[in-house]
């Protein structure tokens, strides 16, 4: 499954702010700041690197649906589809 150029970008911004996240959250365990603020940081950094891969499924999805649409055999079948959400779940 190729991801759509679109969506590319898209992931990446997403990707670029979880990174950002991420640096945040290691700063506030440098400054000794409370665990509830450090694990409420961790969890924004969670759902945002699980939109990015639901961002690459529908992608995926979106493909598949095409491809029937116009007579064409799917790139990836939905087992493998089935297989990568659940691996996010």
């Known amino acids: ?4 150029k679109d ?9 670029r702010r979880a990174e ?3 640096r945040g959250v290691i700063a506030m365990l440098e400054d ?7 694990v409420t940081q961790l969890a924004a950094v969670s759902k945002a ?4 891969g639901f961002k690459i499924i529908a992608t995926g999805l ?12 799917p790139t990836l079948d939905v087992a493998k589809l089935e ?5 996010l779940a």
């Open 32 to 38: 000794g700041r409370d665990c509830a603020d450090v």
């Open 49 to 52: 690197l699980d939109r990015a």
């Open 20 to 22: 950002g996240q991420i």
């Open 62 to 73: 979106r493909q598949c649906v095409t491809a029937e649409e116009q007579g064409q055999e």
């Open 7 to 15: 969506a590319v970008g898209d992931v990446v911004k997403r990707l």
């Open 83 to 87: 297989k990568l959400f659940l691996s």
């Open 1 to 4: 499954m190729e991801i759509d």
